[in-house]
């Protein structure tokens, strides 16, 4: 078998990389692990940028998108007696959309097997090789138990944070981890409920965080801050609809609860793994860096890195020139390092510690966001996404 990009991992970094390569005459194979049931019914974050939209309508997987997403104008940020707007179009000229990362690689999947590039599912023992040389391939064994080598031009690792490809970047670069993590977990619930509120909520409360985010007009996401050893069985439904409905309470709202179908205790951290590169091996989305959810970044960090990782391997493999993908780590970085950063201030502003002197300077910043018109627009800038490239 022999392709121009070898992908590693069909999560929405390598699906989209594949979309964005194929749309410019380039091909690609997608190696995946899991089945395709596994990879559509994984259960993750669900805030868009801007800029994450434009890029699946230009690949022509935004139809969907467009019909069902559900444009955003703003968060509440709470603490008690206070629940603020921040209004995006007001602060900064951008919006927001809600629309499931599960979604977007469904429809990531069904635009790839409606003629697109070949993906292959339930693929094992996937390893990159040589790949300091301009023939690296891919040894896998395929999903009827057969070995294949994938002779490549280059090698995309978007195989997430557990994923093969890291460990060999590292391997052979001179590189460096940096990894925090953080002392709570997010219990999530999906529920058959209708949003109690039109835009996200944000709540600091003496209790934990609290997150109410949405899928659609009829189904409800929300989140509660807990402690990374606490046992899901612990936690009925009347306990966290109890403990939601505690954290949000503000006078004259009210917290409408419905079957919950689905729960799990999610950990946070903050990793980033330097340089993104080895040889002819690129490293895209979760297989680089890891944020936590509190700033809805995971997913639009994937895309800009495959955004930016698409036009250097088209400049590479056509006009051979090697400038873009030479500068791609630091480009990719800059942005990430960004984003690690903004996804960290909302954890430490937003959870608490346990600690009454973190509480009093998590409450005075959440004053002065929700006072300060720089303070806010600060936050609505990262929010919605920063231009692309961040390099100085
Ligand atoms: N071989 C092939 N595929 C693999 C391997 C392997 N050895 N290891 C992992 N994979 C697959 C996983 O099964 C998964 O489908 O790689 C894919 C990686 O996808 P994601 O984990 O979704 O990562 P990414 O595409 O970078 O997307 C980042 O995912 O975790 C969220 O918050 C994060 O929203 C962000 C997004
Ligand atoms: C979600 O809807 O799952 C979600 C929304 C906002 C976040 C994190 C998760 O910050």
Redesign the pocket.
């Given at each position: 078998m022999r392709t121009q990009v070898g992908i590693i991992g069909a999560g929405p970094a390598g699906l989209l990389l594949s979309r964005l390569l194929a749309l410019r005459g380039i091909d690609t194979v997608v190696l995946e692990n899991r089945s395709r049931e596994y990879v559509e019914a994984r259960i993750?974050?669900?805030?868009l940028e801007q800029h994450t939209v434009d890029t699946l309508a230009d690949a022509g997987v935004g139809d969907r998108l467009q019909r069902e997403g559900l444009e955003h104008h703003g968060i509440y940020l709470q603490y008690p007696g206070t629940r603020h707007k921040l209004s995006f179009p007001e602060l900064c000229g951008r919006t927001v959309w809600?629309y499931?990362q599960t979604e977007v690689v469904k429809d990531l999947i069904a635009a790839q097997l409606d003629g697109g590039p070949p993906l292959l599912f339930d693929v094992s023992d996937v390893l990159p090789e040589d790949v300091d040389t301009d023939s690296p391939r891919i040894r896998f064994t395929d999903a009827d138990g057969v070995p294949q080598v994938l002779e490549c031009d280059v090698i995309a690792g978007t195989d997430g944070f557990h994923g093969v490809s890291r460990p060999v970047v590292a391997g052979g670069t001179q590189g460096k981890l940096w990894e925090r993590t953080y002392p709570y977990a997010w219990l999530?619930i999906l529920a058959d409920v209708a949003p109690s509120t039109d835009e996200?909520i944000?709540a600091w409360h003496p209790d934990g965080f609290a997150?109410h985010?949405?899928?659609s007009p009829s189904v409800s996401?929300l989140?509660l801050q807990v402690d990374p050893a606490e046992k899901i069985e612990e936690w009925s439904d009347d306990r966290i609809w109890t403990a939601l409905a505690d954290r949000f309470a503000l006078d004259g709202w009210e917290l409408h609860t419905g079957p919950i179908t689905e729960k799990s205790v999610l950990p946070m951290r903050s990793f980033v793994s330097a340089p993104m590169r080895r040889g002819r091996l690129f490293l895209a989305g979760d297989a680089a860096h890891i944020v936590p959810?509190?700033?809805?970044k995971g997913l639009n960090l994937a895309v800009a890195d495959v955004t930016l990782l698409a036009s250097a391997l088209v400049r590479l493999l056509r006009e051979k020139q090697t400038d873009l993908a030479d500068s791609y780590s630091d480009r990719a970085l800059a942005r990430v390092w960004r984003c690690t950063h903004f996804s960290w201030w909302m954890t430490s502003m937003l959870h608490r510690s346990g600690d009454d002197f973190d509480a009093e300077l998590q409450l005075s910043q959440l004053r002065r966001v929700c006072g300060s018109e720089s303070a806010a627009r600060e936050l609505a800038e990262n929010y919605t996404g920063l231009p692309l490239d961040l390099s100085p």
């Open positions: 993750r974050a669900g805030i809600v499931g999530g996200l944000y997150l985010s949405m899928r996401r989140y959810p509190t700033g809805a």
